[in-house]
Structure formats: C-alpha cells, structure tokens
C-alpha cells in the first residue's frame, strides 16, 4: 500500500502543479487561430488512434498490475486473489506482451504525426513535455529491444522504461496541453 500512496501522491503532485501552471498561462496564452485544412482533420484523427494505442499501452500495464504481476500489484491484492485469474484475461495479457514493441514504436509515430499535422502550439509547455516523454519512454524501450546493449544500459533501460509514473505525467501534461490549445 506504501507504494501505491507514493503513487497517488505523485499523481496528485503534478496535477496540482500543471494545474497552477496552467491557471497561470490561460489567460495570458494567445493560442493559435483555428485553422481549418485537409492536414489538421487528418491530423484530429490521427489524434484519436494516438489516445486509443496509448491506451493499448497503459492498458497492458494496469493488466498486469491486475493480474498480480508486479511488485506494486503484490501490495495491492489481498492473497486470496493471487491465482484468481481468468484464463482469458492470460491470453491478452499474453497477447499485449508479444506486440508491445510494435505498439510501442506505433504510439511513437502516431503522436509525432498528430503533432505535425496539427503544428504544434506556440509557447505550449505541456505539448513539448508530452513530445519529450515519449521520445524518453521510446529511447528506453528501444534499450532494452536492441540485442547490442550492454548489461548495465538494459538494467537502467528497464528501471527508466518500466515507470508507470511517466505514463501518469504524459497523460496530465496531453490533457491540459490540449485544454490550452483550445481542443
């Protein structure tokens, strides 16, 4: 349970500082003109598979942590439910861990196409955080796939990639950087 307050600690942290930051910056923020093209209504869409392969992502994450694989997810279960697992959420499970790179490498280059098309907002301090989580979590990921890593930056690699803590901060900073753009 300690590391599961840490967590909600966290998440409350920065939601209350992106908050105060985006408080103090709305009025003040001039946003961009809507600017209605072929490129920004490709981009809206490709904006929705980028929420929906995140979600893929961040899914299999709160699976796992389900289903008691985890460190965090032994604290959270109560004993009882440790082989209370249905056969079929094992196979998504399964499922979502063979194709994770994959999907990975896809949510890396659907946000980076949704942040082309759209051009990114001027002075959005919450976009560019967004932009640099991901390529951070992306860098990591690619870490621990590329066979010529030595021992030690896999060991970091997994200790930096693995942080549920990123995937909280890069969901606040999208939802308040999309609210400052006015979307």
Do not use: C
């Amino acid at each position: 349970m300690k590391k599961l307050k840490g967590v909600l600690i966290f998440t409350a942290a920065v939601f209350l500082v992106s908050l105060v930051y985006f408080i103090s910056v709305y009025n003040r923020y001039e946003g961009r003109e809507e600017q209605e093209t072929v490129f920004t209504e490709v981009g809206e869409g490709i904006g929705g598979l980028g929420l929906a392969v995140l979600a893929i992502i961040y899914g299999r994450t709160v699976l796992k942590l389900s289903l008691g694989k985890g460190a965090l997810a032994e604290r959270i279960l109560p004993e009882i439910y440790e082989d209370v697992t249905l056969p079929l959420f094992k196979k998504v499970l399964n499922l979502l861990n063979k194709t994770h790179l994959h999907v990975g490498v896809a949510a890396i280059a659907v946000i980076a196409l949704h942040a082309l098309f759209m051009g990114l907002a001027d002075q959005n301090l919450f976009l560019y955080l967004v932009l640099i989580l991901i390529a951070w979590q992306g860098l990591f990921g690619f870490f621990l796939s590329w066979r010529y890593s030595p021992r030690t930056l896999r060991k970091v690699s997994y200790f930096v990639h693995a942080q549920f803590l990123t995937g909280i901060m890069i969901g606040i900073f999208a939802f308040f950087g999309h609210l400052l753009a006015g979307d």
